[in-house]
């Protein structure tokens, strides 16, 4: 019988062309002015600690108090000079005339020093620098400074919370430039392999980088009406989620656009049949991501707020540019994007192959691995079950607690060589005391309690002016500066402020000095990392059922069915603790690092469960396609071979974007790039090609339980009835059976 073809179809001249080019310009407009908007996200981004914490943390609060004692934001710079040997007088005199040379580069600003240490081997300097100052800018003059000026043969260093920020804002200096470059090189070589065309590579990387100066407008906008805090951390992340998530939803869209070209040889008609095919999955998939990110908002740690809205908007960009400036790229392009090797228009009996066994028409690894999966379905995910819950046994391992802000820099830092000199020759914590704010009338007990404790080298109350209360000594002042009934008191650490024995001391002060003043607060640096830390343990615990629970909602909305979303949140779950046993691993015995940020569980678990369920949507909603004309067992071996390949290829590019995080050396980026990298490969390779398919193989038909499509009386569940008396273990035999 003869057929009419649509090959011949013309969509009208405004479709064809007005369309597809009005939404190119808007596109281009819009890089246009979010592209030179990225060198100015400095301005509203800040790697300030204190400021990522609730208002209601002790060490917030026990800021705000500090602040009404002081007349300017400052932080304090440490300057250590450091000798072999003891100083001899002339080498201390002319140590001490740096004093007025840093008073003269810093003016206005009263520097403490020198203070010679106990074995007579180095002397410190503490100059508060304005935190409204550029202070990477002030550190760097400090440095070279104090190295023209010391005295000949010494170390110097400019180290404390100013020199460790300067260090910190240096490391993610890079985040503008050289890691945007490793990303979207390693996504155009990927593609090149993927596509093997010169122009199609090109137009997927052009909708990422529009999508993503889309995304730096929006974030710009929001940090600059305050809505968000803005950081380096963010900045990166978002960066490589825009990439990642853009050239994902650009291969699935590609994908079902080159399976349109085998039907019509019209380009428009070709891209209208991709965008209806593609547009749910995209959607269900980015609107996923966004909410997943967006229960970040529960976070007490501001920190992870800005990081949700941030993200969220990324991924919102990324959605938009891969359904309206691909398509339209593509309307234009036609064939010609895949050049040299174009797709083939299909005779019209092989476009809609009859389907027996699911394999039919598959060639390659994908009929292999669907022939596995037919064959043995109980084996291949029990097996893969078991293999991920031995790597999973290694989260136990993995050292989430913090880790000290010296050890967060992975490169060579002056201030980080400068808090070990520090720690050689005065008290660890010297230049960034814990701050206690205690009542006026038990100023004293609580004074004595606290220079009682042990870890603490040393404290005194705090007058008008900032210098110590010292009674007796002429001309010290012998008042302590009072705030509302409040002093404050300045006492400094045996051990350096950012380890974990500094962090002991602050807890051990807390317990101790409450029982004096009920309503003390201890503050400072020390107690900030403190609090972080167990405010985003605590965050793990609030998050991660929200998370899932809101994931859980949407795949069931997607696929009409209760079983297969419990089962493919459970699959996700079950691989991030693989990805996050194996990365403990790998972080203690390879890497070496001293532990983890409190934070990389949560972020870990946020990119990684809502990436793959990105994965899950995209095999599952057509699984659930081909379920619907063939048969649930015969459409989950036609689902996994037509999007074995863009699935891999998706997964490979994500893994590859967030691996090039690794090239800013910041202990918490490193680890999430191997994390989020690992985990991906793991979900696309085990999971989502072997796992999923053999489980869902292996329950049939009741995988759409409560849903119509697997009861006893639909028409999916009867062509599945019909073919039970195929063997499921030769579908070889069963195709060749069906084909005859």
Known sequence: MKTTSPATTRAPLWLRWLVPAVLVLAWLAIAGIGGPTFGRLSEVSSNDQASFLPAGAEATEAADWQAKFRDSKEIPAVIVVESDSAFTPAQLREAAALKGTLEAL????????PIPSEDA????????????????????????????????????????????????????????????????????????????????????????????????????????????????????????????????????????????????TDRTAAALTAWKAAWEPILASGATVIIALLCLLFSDLNSNKALGPVAAAGILCALFAALTLLPALMALLGRAAFWPFRPKLLPETQREPELVTGLEGQKGLWRATGSLVARRPRTVWVASVLLLLVAGAGLLQLKANGVAQTDVILTASNAVDGQE???????????????????????????????????????????????????GAPGAPAAPAVRDGKVLINATLDHAADSADAENAVVSLRQELKKIDAGVLVGGVTATALDTNTT???DLVTIIPVVLGVILVILMLLLRSVLAPVLLVASVVLSYAAAMGVSAFVFNNVFGFPGADATVPLFGFVFLVALGVDYNIFLMSRVREESLKH???????????????????????????????????????????????FGVLLDTVLVRSLLVPALAYDIGPRLWWPGKLGRPGSGAAA?????????AENPTENEEAGVR
Not at 106 to 113: R, Y
Not at 447 to 456: T, Y
Not at 719 to 727: A, F, H, K, T
């Open 536 to 538: 985003a343990q605590r």
């Open 631 to 677: 048969g649930t067992r015969a459409g989950i071996l036609r689902g996994l071979g037509v999007t074995g390949g863009v699935i891999t290829s998706a997964g490979v590019v994500l893994a590859a974007t967030f691996a090039a995080l690794g090239v800013i050396p910041i202990m918490f980026l490193v680890q999430l790039a191997f994390i989020v990298a």
């Open 421 to 471: 000199a520090l720690g050689r020759h005065f008290d660890a914590g010297s230049g960034s005391p814990a701050v206690i704010v205690a009542d006026e009338a038990k100023a004293q007990n609580v004074l004595a309690k606290v220079k009682a404790s042990d870890g603490v080298g040393d404290a005194y109350l705090l007058a008008d002016g900032g210098a110590p209360v010292i009674t």
């Open 719 to 727: 062509r599945d009835g019909d073919r039970s008396s195929l063997s």
């Open 106 to 113: 810093q003016a206005g600003s009263t520097v403490i020093g």
């Open 121 to 264: 081997k180095a002397v410190q300097f503490v100059v508060p620098i304005d935190s409204s100052a550029e202070v990477k800018t002030v550190v760097k003059e400090l440095r070279n400074e104090v190295q023209a000026s010391a005295p000949a043969g010494m170390r110097t260093f400019v180290t404390g919370p100013a020199g460790l920020t300067a260090d910190l804002v240096s490391a993610f200096a890079g985040i503008d430039g050289i890691l945007l470059l490793v990303a979207l090189g390693a996504v155009f070589l990927i593609l090149l392999i993927v596509y093997r065309s010169l122009l199609l590579p090109v137009m997927v990387l052009f909708t990422s980088v529009f999508a993503l100066c889309a995304a730096i407008l929006l974030v710009f906008g929001m940090a600059k009406a305050g809505w968000i805090q803005l950081n380096g951390q963010s900045q990166g992340i978002l960066s490589i989620l825009v990439i990642g998530a853009a050239t994902d939803y650009a291969l699935l869209y590609v994908a079902r656009f080159r399976e349109a070209l085998t039907h019509t």
